[in-house]
């Protein structure tokens, strides 16, 4: 089976590219939306998030991802590697449950959706990496669009990789700027590239 890495900055378009994925039948886990399942109440991030940052925690004990968001990019970036340490090995445990199902289910390939790809250093547990990529001003329209103020957006921003950076230790580059049937060729000719390399 193959395992792929698709990573990119914020706003690049991965959401839409894993829609495409799933629609081709290719399964994709999603780092972002464990991340969220791991902070929401029951989640085994959920205890240790409420010890470590209690002004982040709403009245009826759930984390605000809000106050949460401006504390680690904003106001204070050193805890940034604080939730990083208590996220990233959970994350990572999912990741790994995900693929050995995959495996289990004699999948020809599957996805990772990672936007810290490169930043936590996985490169060596995927067998390709795609980067989603998309102009800057497209990017910060659609994080406007969300209602991230443009500090709130640089900041993040700053504290990943740089695009082109990812786009040169990237096996394939996948631009949304250029529209949903250029991205799904692009797509399905690495797929079946990849499926009959196996």
Known sequence: MKIIGLTGSIASGKSTTARMLRRLRIPV????????????????????????????????GSINRKK??????????????????????????ATNRFIQTCQRQRRRACVIDIPLLFETGAEDRFDVIWCQSVPKTVQMRR?????ITTRKANAILKAQMPQRQKIRRSDLVLNSARGYNHVMRHIKTAICRLVREE
């Open 29 to 60: 886990f999603d780092s972002d939306a464990a991340a969220h399942d791991l902070m929401g109440k029951g989640g085994a991030a959920h205890p240790i998030l409420c010890d470590v940052f209690p002004d982040c925690v709403d009245e009826d």
């Open 68 to 93: 949460l968001g401006q504390k680690v990019f904003e106001d204070v970036p050193e805890f940034k590697p604080v939730l990083e340490g208590i996220l990233h090995p959970l994350i990572r445990l």
């Open 143 to 147: 994080l406007r669009g969300r209602g």
